[in-house]
């Protein structure tokens, strides 16, 4: 286990620190401490020479051989000093060690000066070596050296000692780290004597037990919010569909005073065509060609009556196809159902197609929104009529383009909606109509339609004389739209 | 023909008490006195251009005397530390103060060595004994011929006298 210690990698990076801190000195001790200590050795050398010399000035000077080999000897004990040559007239010297041949060797050259004469009598020549120096830079290294592995052994015999807790510090992180609310996690568990590690361990357990509490509550929270949001669809689901059941009712109430409306006066020329034939016949005025001018013209009524319980019947049609369909036929359908009651009620209506425009959608849905929109309409108007605000009632249709976008507007003249209500208009069981016929659904039906089913946007302004309701649907991606089911 | 036979003696009594004097010895003593000398800060610090020495002989001496006077001007036929070494001869008894910066004393009897030491001390002449055993009389300095040959001084005079020499010669001397 200790042995791990040297291993570890905190232990890497006090090797790192090692080779960084000793290569550098080692290089910089190669290229500067040897120079330096070199240039020491040689002032070394000239100081002992020229300590020397006089000494040696004497001995040659008074002849003293065993003095003066004494004294060169003495040069010769000092370790860095290799070789020594005396050259003089009387004496010619020349000691040296037994030394390593490969030795580099210094060369040191010192005049010897006669005491008396003051003349060069002698040269003598040092040869010495860098041993000691190599010794001193080798012994500095090795003391590093050994410093860092005592460092080292210390550093390691305290992370010995300290490596429970730093494998338990490190399990925690670990475990922290793997941590994700959506990941059931064990409880940690440590075999860490210190207390303040378990303190830690302990708070963490408890945080994320807190946490998976919390998370569960969470979820109860969500599902029954879910179940209580899917009531409330539901129940809306059930008072939308209430509601169109209750719009579709009001607008067959409508439908049949329009179908009244519609048929009236064909009945009454069907009644007087018939009332002709008998009246002629009675008379033997009758012809054949009487008979058959006045048939032609109850058959054409009839057919014109036939048409009109189509017109009714596709309107009232449940099936909801998507297909792509021209407003413009679609509006002019729900005009020709519309058209006996605005004429009975004084409406003029116009219906301007400025741009041929296609929509994608269920057709009878658009046709819907437009009959609630023209009903609503014409009964502002004859409200208007009846204040006697207005004598004749204006209904205009325009259909039109505008930014990749189909613009339906339907403005009338009949007086525009109340401002307290502008806001609130398409809210459902919201009505500006004071008798029974409003049930305030229509504008919220038609909302819904335009804006769920359709994408689009229905909107209300004021205009001087009454009120424009704008339908948007954009155009773009009508491809797309087709392949989308609704 | 009285005369002759008073010379003759004379000759062979001056030729019998005369020593014999080595000439190795001579040559060597020749060659060191002057050096040993003007290592003596007395000397070394007089400003006289001249190192003056006088050989002090007794007539049955003169030839060793003069043999030695040449043999020191031989040596040092220059100057020696800027002095000009002048060698000259005399007896003890014509010995006169001045001029004088060192003395080389030959062969005498035991009391003229003492007094020529004594004179000499007295007068801070730096002293050379032909023979090393004349230093015992007072002489400063001598020869030491053994297995080598170096300076011999005298550390008692040196002392009594307060002669001064140059360290380097103390270091390569023998004392006695």
């Known amino acids: 286990m200790i042995f791990r210690a040297f291993i570890d990698k905190f232990t890497f990076f006090f090797w790192l620190i090692f080779l960084v801190v000793n290569v550098p000195i080692y290089v910089f001790g190669s290229i500067y401490f040897q120079e330096i200590l070199k240039k020491s050795e ?59 041949p490969t030795l580099e060797l210094f060369q040191y050259e010192h005049s010897i000066i006669d005491p008396f004469e003051k003349i060069e009598i002698a040269k003598i020549t040092l040869y010495y070596s860098n041993t000691n120096l190599k010794n001193i830079t080798q012994q500095i290294f090795i003391t590093i050296f050994f410093i860092f592995i005592f460092a080292l052994i210390v550093f390691a015999i305290i992370f010995y000692s300290i490596r429970t807790d730093l494998n338990a510090l490190k399990t925690i992180a670990n475990a922290m780290k793997e941590y994700s609310v959506t990941k059931k996690m064990q409880p940690i568990l440590l075999e860490c ?76 020329i069907i009644g007087l065509a018939t009332a002709n034939i008998e009246t002629e016949y009675k008379l033997g005025v009758l012809n ?36 792509r369909f021209h407003p413009y036929k679609s509006i002019g359908e729900i005009l020709n159902i519309l058209d006996a009651q605005f004429s009975n009620s004084n409406i003029r209506f116009k219906l301007i197609e400025e741009s041929n425009v296609t929509f994608y959608g269920v057709e009878n849905e658009l046709k819907q929104v437009m009959f609630i929109l023209l009903s609503n309409a014409k009964d502002a108007i004859m409200l208007q009529i009846q204040k006697q605000k207005i004598s004749q009632g204006l209904i205009t249709i325009t259909i039109k383009e505008q930014s990749a976008e189909g613009i339906i507007e339907v403005c009338d003249n009949g ?72 | 023909m009285t005369q002759r036979v008073f010379f003759f003696l004379l000759t062979l009594f001056t030729l019998l008490n005369a020593k014999e004097y080595d000439a190795t010895v001579m040559d060597i003593e020749a060659k060191l006195f002057p050096k040993i000398a003007i290592l003596e800060e007395n000397i070394a610090n007089n400003p006289s251009p001249y190192l003056s020495i006088i050989i002090v002989y007794k007539e049955p001496d003169y030839d060793a005397a003069q043999n030695f006077k040449q043999k020191i001007e031989s040596t040092y036929p220059d100057k020696i530390r800027k002095k ?10 014509s010995l006169e103060i001045a001029n004088m910066d060192a003395l080389l004393v030959l062969s005498h009897e035991p009391d003229e060595l003492e007094r020529i030491a004594l004179w000499a001390n ?10 090393p055993a ?23 005079t040196i002392k009594k006298y307060n002669f001064i020499f140059d360290s380097y010669l103390l270091q390569l001397s023998k004392f006695n």
């Open chain 2, 84 to 93: 000009k070494v002048i060698v000259g001869l005399a007896q003890f008894e």
């Open chain 1, 288 to 323: 054949e060609k009487k008979f058959d001018e006045k048939m032609e013209i109850v058959s054409l009524n009839l057919q014109h009556m036939s048409n009109t319980i189509d017109d009714f019947r596709n309107f009232l049609n449940p099936e909801r196809k998507l297909e």
């Open chain 2, 122 to 131: 007295k007068n801070k002449i730096v002293t050379f004994a032909y023979e």
């Open chain 1, 415 to 486: 007086g525009g909606v109340e401002e307290s209500i502008v806001n609130t208009i398409f809210d459902p069981y919201v009505t500006t109509k004071s008798n029974a016929n409003g049930t305030g659904i229509g504008l919220y039906i038609a909302k819904n339609i335009i804006e769920s089913r359709m994408k689009g946007s229905l909107r209300v302004q004021n205009t001087q004389e009454g009120s424009c309701f704008i339908i948007r649907i954009s155009l773009e991606n009508l491809d797309k739209k087709e392949n989308e089911v609704l």
């Open chain 1, 193 to 268: 004597k210190s207390e303040e590690i378990n303190t830690i361990a302990n708070v963490t357990n408890q945080m994320i037990d807190s946490i998976s509490h919390y998370l569960m509550q969470l979820k109860s929270f969500n599902n029954e919010l879910q179940e209580q949001i899917e009531d409330e669809i539901l129940k809306q689901q059930q008072q939308e569909r209430l509601m169109i059941h209750q719009s579709r009712q009001a607008a067959m109430g409508e439908m049949l005073e329009s179908i009244a409306h519609q048929w009236r006066q064909p009945l009454n």
């Open chain 1, 42 to 100: 040689q002032e070394k050398i000239t100081l002992m020479m020229t300590t020397l010399a006089p000494a040696i000035a004497f001995n040659i000077s008074f002849d003293q051989e065993n003095q003066l080999s004494e004294i060169l000897n003495g040069i010769l004990k000092y370790e860095d000093i290799q070789k020594i040559e005396l050259d003089s007239l009387a004496h010619k010297k020349n000691l040296s060690k037994q030394t390593d």
């Open chain 2, 134 to 156: 004349f230093l015992e009389y007072g002489f400063v300095a001598s020869i030491y011929i053994g297995k080598t040959t170096k300076p011999y001084l005298n550390s008692q």
